[in-house]
């Protein structure tokens, strides 16, 4: 008897992935879909997913300073998330991906499906990149550095 209730247990995962910003919202949502089936297809419980938009990345992915992030959250076993992995790393539309483990030991009967999001995104290409609008990025400023200051340069 403990041993059944032990298999039903399962891991709760999330996995950001990366997609190219040129794919239209048809084709990032047969993406998702593919996603969706090799959860269920490996015996998982997708829980939402979420189509965060497309958003201006930090560095350069793939020779693109931008792309649609998509989030999945889901249940299921290692092998789930090895099989998920596999597959976004086949394809050639996904550029980078990332999963983690939120908790071990989760009754899926606890946890209900949601509604899948899909996000605007960001609407502002010229919003400076990382943290470029924090004030010691900014030009012409002194925030105290070790740089000599003009006054105990004439002193010497």
């Given at each position: ?39 269920n ?85 010229n ?20 740089a000599p ?8």
């Amino acid at each position: 008897m403990a041993e059944a209730t032990a298999a039903k247990q399962l891991r709760e995962y999330e996995t950001v992935f990366l997609v190219k910003p040129e794919l239209t919202d048809d084709n990032v949502d047969k993406l998702k879909e593919r996603v969706r089936g090799i959860i269920n297809r490996e015996g998982g419980k997708a829980l939402k997913f979420t189509i965060w938009g497309k958003k201006r990345t930090t560095y350069p992915v793939a020779k693109q300073p931008r792309a649609i992030y998509v989030h999945a959250h889901y249940l299921g076993g290692s092998p789930l998330v090895a099989e998920v992995e596999r597959n976004l790393r086949n394809l050639d539309e996904v550029t980078r991906f990332l999963s983690i483990k939120l908790a071990e030991d989760v009754d899926p009967e606890t946890r209900p499906v949601e509604q899948d999001v899909k996000l605007a995104g960001d609407v502002d290409d010229n919003r400076p990149l990382g943290g470029a609008e924090r004030p010691e990025f900014r030009g012409g400023e002194d925030m105290g550095g070790d740089a000599p200051d003009e006054e105990a340069a004439e002193e010497v």
